[in-house]
C-alpha cells in the first residue's frame, strides 16, 4: 500500500506538468493563429465568458472583447507576436495561465514604424470540448 502512495505521489508533477505543456502549446497556437489571421484570429482564443479589465472599465463577453481589440488590429502595418516563457495550471487543469514576452508594432499616420517590447499574462480555462481558451488577457 505504501508503495503504491508513493508512486502516486510522485507521478503528480508529472500530471501538472502535461497541463503546463498544453498551456504553452495552446498559447503558442495562439500567436501562430494570430499572426496568420489577425482580429479573426485572436479572437478564435478566447472563450465565450471572456472578461478584460481596462482603464475603461470591465468589459464582458466576446462581442465586447472584439470591439474592445478592434482598434487595435485597425492600425495601419500591424503586428503583434509573442513567446509564453512560464505556465502553471490547476491540478485539476481546469484553469491556467501563461506569462512571456510579446513585440507590438505598426505604422504611425506619419510613417514612422512603431515597436513596443512588453510583457503579459494571459489566462486559460478549459473548455467542455478539452480546449484550452482565454478568459482574460493583460499587457503592457
Not at 6 to 18: T, V
Not at 29 to 49: N, V
Not at 70 to 89: H, K, L, N, V
Request: charged share 30%.
Amino acid at each position: 500500500m505504501k508503495k503504491l502512495i508513493l508512486i502516486a505521489f510522485l507521478s503528480l508533477p508529472a500530471l501538472c506538468a502535461d497541463h503546463r505543456q498544453e498551456l504553452l502549446d495552446a498559447d503558442r497556437a495562439f500567436d501562430g493563429e494570430t499572426a496568420a489571421r489577425g482580429l479573426d484570429g485572436w479572437m478564435a482564443w478566447f472563450a465565450p465568458d471572456a472578461r478584460l479589465n481596462t482603464a475603461e472599465g470591465e468589459i464582458a463577453g466576446l462581442a465586447a472583447v472584439r470591439k474592445f481589440y478592434s482598434g487595435m488590429f485597425a492600425r495601419r502595418e500591424f503586428s503583434i507576436r509573442w513567446q509564453p516563457f512560464f505556465a502553471e495550471a490547476s491540478k485539476d487543469g481546469t484553469l491556467g495561465y501563461t506569462m512571456g514576452r510579446a513585440v507590438i508594432s505598426f505604422r504611425e499616420d506619419s510613417g514612422e514604424v512603431r515597436k513596443r517590447d512588453g510583457r503579459y499574462l494571459t489566462v486559460w480555462k478549459r473548455q467542455p470540448d478539452g480546449r484550452w481558451l482565454a478568459v482574460t488577457d493583460m499587457g503592457n
